[in-house]
């Protein structure tokens, strides 16, 4: 165990009874523990970091080499070490024109002219240039994709619902028929653009319902289907052999992992929805958060930050989870799509090298906008036996000023559950309410027990004037890089996802067993559920 870790365990040990609330004593807490980027604020005063601890915090970033490791990222560097390749998702946002060189040629020149294509396409939908194959108008698109090809472009487009320009966006994913049956089901095939997106281009699931989409397609249109098609992926060849025309399909190379490719391609049912201006500003908010990552000092380094106050409570603290709760309905989907950026990069076991990791990885992460939460699990948020960090996010402004009521009493809510997680109510206080309700004697105490909170429960918030396109990039490029800092302090490879093959294995050797061969070898469980699903399956038909 390095020294560090060592250092932040003894810290952690002789100030984890001390209150949180008691840190504010020092009136610079809240400007020496928050930072800013352009438009975003993150406060981490409202945890147990004070400044021993985070300049430990620091200084495990200085012995793991986190600048040079930044540096590789951006430099195109192959990072990714299992599957052999770099990871510049970044370049899909740059804005400077600095040549970022891959094998001695340089990406942008690629990456633009994909853009220029994707927004000439968006607008001539937009337009009426691209007419539906009876010459009208595409009122409604279908993305089809899963995974990182569905929940960044599911997320952002319903973000920015208030910057919609363009046609209507659906989102179909699982293989769960029911999905794409209940979508297709309200659309009328002569007005819908389908978009297949997958970067492989082989995964079941977005096959299966593209196949299902193409058949409804062509029971309209006939031998037209195929113009109502679109596909976004690195494996031209499979899109071709899809039937899609070359000039619909818009490709890109495998240096993008899949959570991370929002930016490019994958985001196109995001252009469609809020056209091109939105679009740039989106990727120009993106862009200004990884300047500010390479180059802000890491004390003052948001995403920095963040992954600090990851490793202080999942490592040093012990807490295992973190509930990510956007007081901002249209960031509903945030949660779930962090669960895959954080969890598919950081939910490993061993290090680069393959040897066990000497600690805890990833947490589980989780979340609700607020303030449904509020009326569901914040009970265990306050009163529960595990500590679960919470991750707030606030807006100064909504987006429909005739209700600023509704923000004001959005924002009230928001700051309450902060500070009432970490303030909570003493037992001497718990005992005047109980009175106040009108308990006496040992009632009184019993009740009490129960109306007390233990506070001291960490959270951190992070506020913006308003979830405008250039706001959710910075949002989004800052939980990129605070998985980035603390995959490169556990020293995992952040960007594979080796775990979801066995599953995927498994699932085609078990086809046939679902269709009634034998289950021979299976496990007891394995079988006995094949034979109970199969006899329910007989019963209905
Ligand atoms: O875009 P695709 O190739 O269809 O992949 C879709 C998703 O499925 C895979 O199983 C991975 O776990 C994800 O990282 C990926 O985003």
Redesign the pocket.
């Known amino acids: 165990m390095s020294t560090i870790w060592q250092l932040l365990e003894e810290h952690r040990a002789k100030t984890a009874e001390v209150p949180i609330l008691s840190l504010f004593q020092d009136e610079g807490r809240f400007d020496d523990f928050s930072a800013e980027q352009d438009e975003l604020l993150l406060d981490f005063s409202k945890t147990s970091l004070d400044s021993t601890a985070l300049d430990l915090l620091v200084q495990l970033t200085e012995s793991v080499q986190l600048e040079e490791k930044i540096d590789a990222l951006f430099r195109g560097d192959p990072i990714n070490t299992t599957e052999g390749r770099a990871v510049l998702h970044t370049a899909l946002r740059a804005q400077a024109d600095t040549p970022i060189l891959l094998d001695g040629k340089d990406v942008l020149l690629g990456v633009r002219d994909t853009l220029a294509r994707m927004e000439q396409f968006a607008q001539d939908i937009h337009s009426g240039r691209i007419t539906a194959a009876d010459g009208g108008s595409f009122t409604d698109v279908i993305n089809i994709?899963?995974?990182?090809?569905d929940l960044g472009p599911a997320m952002a487009t319903l973000a920015l619902a208030p910057y919609h320009t363009g046609p209507r966006c659906h989102f179909v994913s699982n293989v769960d028929g029911a999905h794409v049956h209940d979508t297709l089901q309200n659309l009328d095939p002569r007005r819908t653009l389908v978009i297949i997106?997958?970067?492989?281009?082989?995964?079941i699931e977005?096959m299966t319902n593209g196949n299902t989409a193409l058949v409804w397609l062509r029971e309209a249109l006939g031998d037209k289907a195929t113009e109502h098609l679109t596909a976004v992926s690195t494996a031209l060849d499979k899109t071709t052999a899809f039937g899609i025309a070359p000039d619909r399909v818009f490709g890109f190379e495998n240096w993008v992992?899949?959570?991370y490719s929002l930016w490019g391609p994958i985001g196109l049912p995001i252009l469609l929805a809020i056209g091109s201006d939105s679009f740039r500003q989106f990727l120009q908010g993106a862009a200004a958060m990884d300047d500010h990552f390479r180059t802000a000092p890491m004390r003052v380094n948001l995403p920095v930050l963040m992954g600090l106050v990851g490793i202080w409570h999942n490592n040093i603290c012990g807490y295992g989870s973190r509930a990510v709760l956007p007081y901002d309905q249209h960031l509903q989907r945030l949660p779930a799509y962090l669960q895959?950026l954080d969890m598919?990069s950081n939910g490993k076991q061993v290090a680069q090298d393959g040897t066990p990791l000497p600690r805890a990885s990833g947490p589980v992460v989780w979340g609700e906008p607020g303030t449904n939460g509020q009326h569901a699990f914040y009970q265990l948020l306050h009163q529960g036996t595990a500590v679960v960090p919470a991750e707030f996010l606030i807006a100064a402004e909504g987006h429909s000023p005739e209700l600023a009521h509704h923000h004001q009493l959005l924002k009230a809510n928001c700051l309450a559950q902060s500070e009432a997680l970490m303030c909570g109510r003493s037992n001497a206080e718990a005992t005047v309410v109980a009175s106040e309700r009108g308990f006496e004697g040992d009632e009184r105490e019993r009740m009490a027990a129960h109306l007390s909170f233990p506070g001291n429960r960490p959270s951190t918030t992070i506020a913006y004037p308003k979830l405008t396109p250039f706001v959710l990039g910075q949002i989004i490029a800052l939980y990129e890089h605070r998985v980035f800092t603390e995959g490169a302090i556990w020293g995992l490879n952040s960007f594979d996802?080796w775990g979801?093959e066995l599953g995927?294995e498994l699932a085609v050797a078990l086809l046939p067993m679902v269709d009634g061969a034998p289950s021979d070898g299976k496990d007891g469980s394995t079988s006995g559920l094949l034979d109970k699903l199969s006899q329910n399956t007989a019963k209905q038909t």
Do not use: C, P
């Open positions: 994709g899963i995974g990182g090809s997106a997958s970067k492989t281009f082989t995964t977005t992992g899949g959570r895959q598919e996802q979801v995927k």
